[in-house]
């Protein structure tokens, strides 16, 4: 069984840094065979993607514009998220995710909507104040 437990949260200023952990056990994270990913929510509205893994190359949300990096540690089986140039608007609670690979024919891919994914962790609350 699947369990994902985030870590690193916090509250810091505009500008600042914050670095996530996501501890994973049933499962291996760099398993090409598993998408990860890091999803964000603020009351009200639809949870979405951050960032993630998708057949072991790293996406980005349109709004990151360079300031996240994911990562993987194979040796601790961790996904992380280093988030920098914090802005008021990141404020939201951050989830990890993790997905087995889809596929339809001959492509494989990683569900886009948030709905799709089926091992998620408790969160943890990003709060980036001006």
């Known amino acids: ?9 916090g ?6 840094s914050l670095t996530l952990s996501c501890v994973a056990s049933g499962m291996i994270v760099s398993n090409s065979n598993y998408c990860m990913a890091w999803f964000r ?12 893994f998708e057949k072991g ?3 980005y949300a349109d709004f990151v514009q360079g300031r996240f990096t994911i990562s993987q540690d194979t ?3 961790t996904v992380n998220l280093q988030m920098n140039n914090l802005q ?8 990890c995710a993790a997905e087995e690979l889809r596929k339809r024919g001959s492509v494989t891919y990683c569900p886009a909507d948030s709905y799709n994914w089926h091992h998620w962790g408790q969160g943890t609350q990003v709060t ?3």
């Open 88 to 95: 008021p608007e990141d404020t939201a609670a951050y989830y």
């Open 75 to 77: 040796a601790k089986n």
């Open 41 to 52: 929510q603020v009351p009200g509205k639809e949870r979405e993607g951050v960032a993630g």
């Open 128 to 130: 980036v104040s001006s």
């Open 11 to 16: 509250s810091v200023q505009s500008g600042g």
């Open 57 to 59: 190359r790293p996406i």
């Open 1 to 9: 069984q699947v369990h994902l437990a985030e870590s690193g949260g």
